[in-house]
């Protein structure tokens, strides 16, 4: 009797299997960074500055010393006598660790304070001395590259300017020829403002130092564990083999937790100095001010179109600001990140993107959350810019999109900035969202509604994510190739434990890794135990982010089963006493071809690899795989919301959201859908609500989560996701694409464009984001695009107290320039007029 096993009953792929990781969480039970307790453990404190840009002229830590309890003050010239004061950062830069010259942002790190609690560390860090000369302050890219700028690295040869690249791609001359043939150029210029990650836990290290091994091991916060042992042992010059990165369980990372950051490497070196464990756990404001933000970008593009809707070409310049130390973490071929991904699933002749990075005096970061690289401005921009030029040619946005799609027939499609798309029906996306939004029936209802004075607005966007760095032939971060890995070891009563490159965060490896070895080897997924984040014991890998862990960790965990699938195959053979040709597999099992009654389970091979070999056969029934992907996948998504704006307030309400995902192959489809509700929830509140900014004088504005809001499950408008469209990766062994990025990427721009549809009498073309109601409120009345950096409110803005700032005019990045000294009137930012 055949033992045909049911794939959904043992866990396998399509099994919307219950999370294993969320028992122990539930049950809080999980196992975090500040949950370990060492014996002997002491406790650092940060002392950050006060100042965006200042020249520090003395640090006096004589009476944080004298304080009982306090085992080390740490400062940028103890740093420098060890050649740490500055770090390498992970893009060819460098970051200061503890700041020795000039302190170049509010919240830089300039001293730690090691001590026998926090308590009495945080009281230290405050009985520390220091003697401030403040610095003129840069806080947008027009203000980096205007005449007369301060120099903010002036710690480096070379760098005569604040420009830290000027970088291009795509094609110039055939994107000229095209505007040159275009009947209607549509333009759009915007800026996405910084965000931030802001996940539940914040960054946090504890480092043990053992001098008698010599062994250091660090417990801490980071998506990536093999990128930060190379960098400890490059930066702190220590063996490799003596280094030991563990990230236990993660409160969420969403990017924040890739970069390598001052906190960990003063508890290393707290923690050699010393010889006992120091643990840095970085408290919110902490988080929010100085660790990886994202986007602080402006956009500025048009369009060549034919007037019967055809895209001809698309032209586009982006001015990033990076703050004060170019941080990013991505491949190092693309200085902007993937962000020529932009109109990857538009059927494009040619397009031409330049990119300038600036530094400016704000937190370092630009490049994560929630996106693979810049991937989420990029989606935002032609979703913006798409929705304008179907405005400025008159015709439906939906028809615009579905015309200039990239075809069915069409992949693998190269696009104009040289990606290779691998698969997708986009057409049948939209048209499964329509049909689900109710589209005909919405545009009649909100023609009606308008004649009432009731503004109804729907937005549509869509995206497409390049996902799975590498390949290694162009991806690298530091020369380091992106690839990952599997090692899945069977023991000998069928039980398993398997161990990747990749690190969850909340994303559910644990549960899915297993789904797939139970797919490849017909073992139930319960028996497999999945581990992550221990360099002592997990095979090399890149981490996770940019959703690279389905498409490279996934395709590296179907690649190590099929490997032992192959071994089992051979043992079965042994067992069953015919010949390996005769053996055929079915999910679970091997039988005889000619008498399928005659058969071996998978775990009858397992005993027999260490109980039963044939001759001459190596022992055991492990193995392990490095995937190096040919390409990346290419999920695709529409997304599409409906609100209704009062025109008396400027606030709006979300009526519906629809998202139709085609991630390829689901390996659990529950956790895809949360991952996909997570990702709108991130979406939402950057639309809506969510902005770090900056005044004048660089003080960060949105420190805490009063001003820095995160939606709860109150405000989060409800979902309805569909996954009826699935389009394979051709090259992913199970055709598995990434997803966790997808919704937060291609959201944004859903909900801008609804609410400018339901005020598109006014004839404004853009407001950006956050669309708090102020700012609709001021598009709605003055009939202008409300554009630029978010506007900070001081008493002194024109316009009085509580004045709105008036919209940056749309001219430049960051508006006219002009840098502003110190202690000089807080001005008006969000035109960056200056003094
Ligand atoms: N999955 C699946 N079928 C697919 C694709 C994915 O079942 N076709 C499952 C995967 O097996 C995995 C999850 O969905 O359990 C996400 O997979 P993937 O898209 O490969 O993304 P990663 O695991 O690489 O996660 C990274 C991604 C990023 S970059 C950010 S940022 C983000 C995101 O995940 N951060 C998160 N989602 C997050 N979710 C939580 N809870 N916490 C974070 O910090
Ligand atoms: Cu860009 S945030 Mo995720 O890639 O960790």
Known sequence: MSQALDEI?????????????????????GNYTDDITLPGMLHMEILRSPLAHARIKSIDASKAWEIPGVHLVL?????????????????????????????????????????????????ACEAIDVEYEPLPVIVNPAQAVAEGAPVIRDDKENQPDNVIYDWEVGDKAGTDRAFEQADVVSKLKLHYPRSHPSPIECCGSIADF?????????????????????????????PEHMIRIVSPDIGGGFGNKVPVYPGYVCSILASILLERPVKWIEDKSGNLISTGFARDIYLDGEMA?????????VRMHADADHGAFFSDAQPSKFKIGLLHSTFACYDLPAAHLTARGTYSNKAPGGVAYRCSFRVTEAMFFQERMIAAAAADLGMDPAEFRRMNFVKDEQFPHRTPFGFLLDSGQYGKCLDVGLKAVGYEDFRREQAAARKRGKLLGLGISTMTEPLGAGNSREYDILGIKMFDSAELKIHMTGKAILRTGAKTQGQGHETTWAQIVAHELGLPAEDVVVEEGDTDTAPFGMGTYASRSTPVAGAAV??????????????????????????????????VRSAPDRGVTIQECAMAAYSNMPDGMEPGLENTAFYDPPNLTWPFAVYLVTVEVDPQTGVWDVLNIVAVDDCGVRINPMIVEGQIMGGLTEAYAMANMQFITFDAEGNCVGSN?????????????????????????PHHPIGAKGVGECAAVGGPAAFVNAVLDAISDTGVRNIDMPLLPDRVWEAITSRKDVSGAPPVRTDDSPGGSGGVVPPQASTSPGGSGGV?????????LASGSGV
Not at 223 to 236: E, K, S
Not at 305 to 313: E, P, Q, S, T
Not at 575 to 582: C, G, Q, T
């Open 9 to 29: 009953k043992i866990g396998g792929l399509g099994a919307s299997r219950k999370r294993v990781e969320d028992d122990r969480f539930i049950r809080g039970r």
């Open 75 to 123: 400062t940028g010239e103890m740093m420098a006598t060890r050649n740490l004061a500055w770090m390498p950062t992970l893009s060819y830069d460098t970051q200061a660790v503890l700041a020795t010259d000039k302190v170049r942002f509010q919240g830089q790190e300039v001293a730690c304070v090691v001590a026998d609690d926090p308590y009495i560390a945080k009281d």
């Open 210 to 238: 053992n001098r008698a091994t010599s062994k250091l091991t660090v417990y801490m916060t980071t998506q990536a564990p093999h990128i930060i042992r190379a960098a400890v042992a490059l930066v702190a010059e220590l």
């Open 305 to 313: 179109l034919r007037r019967d809707g055809k895209i001809l070409g």
């Open 558 to 591: 179907s690649m190590v089963a099929r490997k032992i699938r192959a071994k089992a195959r051979k043992l079965a053979a042994h067992l069953l006493e015919v010949s390996e040709e005769d053996v055929e597999w079915e999910l679970g099992r091997f039988y």
């Open 705 to 729: 989560y009063m001003d820095y809001l995160l939606p709860t499950a109150w405000e989060t408008p409800g979902f309805e996701l569909h996954s009826e469209v699935v389009t394979p990766s």
């Open 820 to 828: 502003v000294p110190p202690q000089a009137s807080t001005g008006d």
